[in-house]
């Protein structure tokens, strides 16, 4: 039976209905687990400095493809500690700019996988949350400095900000302590709204960013669904779900004998806006209805 290497950066808890889109997608292929297949798991729990070891273990298992989710550390840490098992991942971030694949189209080497164009919807966020606060005199941006992306998101966003006279103020935390520093500043500072830059980091960080939210009562967007069920404001960005099934129909694919060197990189064309009325009223505040009809979620 084929075995699965299944690397995550965070914990079955948090990837729980994302795992069953993965297994969505194997089933899609023919395989089940259990049945024709068997899936060995490492979870990093959120301590990404454990992914190198979690890779090199499953790499002397011997597994038949590795599958590296949650975050591009796991896709670069699968990269580093195999050259010759296939690995099919998941990014947020550009795989090129990564140094996973050569090119989205013909990637070459031993891997290949879905590109959720995370970062690359930083703008549009903030564009989203004008919308709510149309009227406000400084947004508030949280990145993480240590992040492959920051320069790439802290560019767009200033010049997306500019585009339309917006003033912001770009913030960094990668550490619990600097989040609660951070958000200090946000309330110093009196920013009408906060925008949290797509970083693994911060999801794994999600359910502390949200409460600091709603004590400061700020309005805020985040770049996964799982932000506004855990009582967000607001997210905006690629379905997890849909590209976590898309990653499981590829990791099939491989162990019908296909090659991810000629597999083309999948770019995600699902994206999910939503809306937790529950905390808007809250704060407060009341949904412009150009926002609501477009809201593709609204939790009561």
């Known amino acids: 039976m084929p075995v699965i290497g299944f690397l995550n950066g965070f914990s079955l808890a948090e990837w729980a209905h994302a795992v069953a889109a993965f297994h969505k997608g194997l089933n899609e292929t023919g395989y089940v687990e259990g049945r024709n297949v068997a899936i060995e798991y490492r979870w990093a729990d959120g301590q990404f400095d454990r992914l190198p070891a979690l890779a090199a273990e499953l790499v002397r298992r011997q597994v038949t493809v590795l599958v590296a989710t949650g975050g591009s550390v796991t896709a670069r840490a699968a990269r580093a500690a195999t050259s010759t098992i296939p690995i099919v991942f998941g990014v947020g971030i550009d795989p090129i700019k990564l140094g996973v694949v050569a090119s989205l189209s013909r990637p070459g080497g031993n891997a290949s996988g879905v590109y959720f164009l995370t970062n690359e919807l930083e703008a549009k966020r903030l564009g989203l949350l004008r919308e709510l606060v149309p009227k406000a005199a400084l947004i508030a941006i949280l990145l993480n400095p240590g992040g492959p992306a920051v320069g ?13 006279g917006q003033q912001v103020r770009i913030l960094h935390a990668s550490s619990e302590r600097e989040l609660d520093t951070t958000f200090a500043t946000v309330d110093q500072l009196r920013a009408a709204a906060l925008l949290v830059g797509a970083s693994p980091f ?77 905390t808007a009223k809250a704060l407060g505040l009341t949904i412009p209805q150009s926002l609501l009809l477009r809201a593709d979620e609204v939790i009561q």
Not at 213 to 235: C, D, K, N, T, W
Not at 254 to 278: H, M, R, W, Y
């Open 152 to 164: 790439g998101q802290s560019k767009d966003l200033r010049e997306a900000a500019g585009a339309v």
């Open 202 to 278: 911060f999801n794994a960080h999600r359910d502390r960013i949200v409460a600091l939210a709603a004590h400061r009562a700020i309005p805020v967007i985040y770049e996964q669904r799982e932000f506004a069920v855990a009582g967000g404001l607001m997210s905006y960005g690629t379905s997890l779900t849909d590209a976590t099934r898309q990653v499981g129909v590829y990791a099939g694919r491989v162990l019908k004998g296909e090659k991810p060197a000629d597999l083309p990189v999948v770019q995600s064309t699902k994206f999910e806006f939503v809306i937790n009325l529950k």
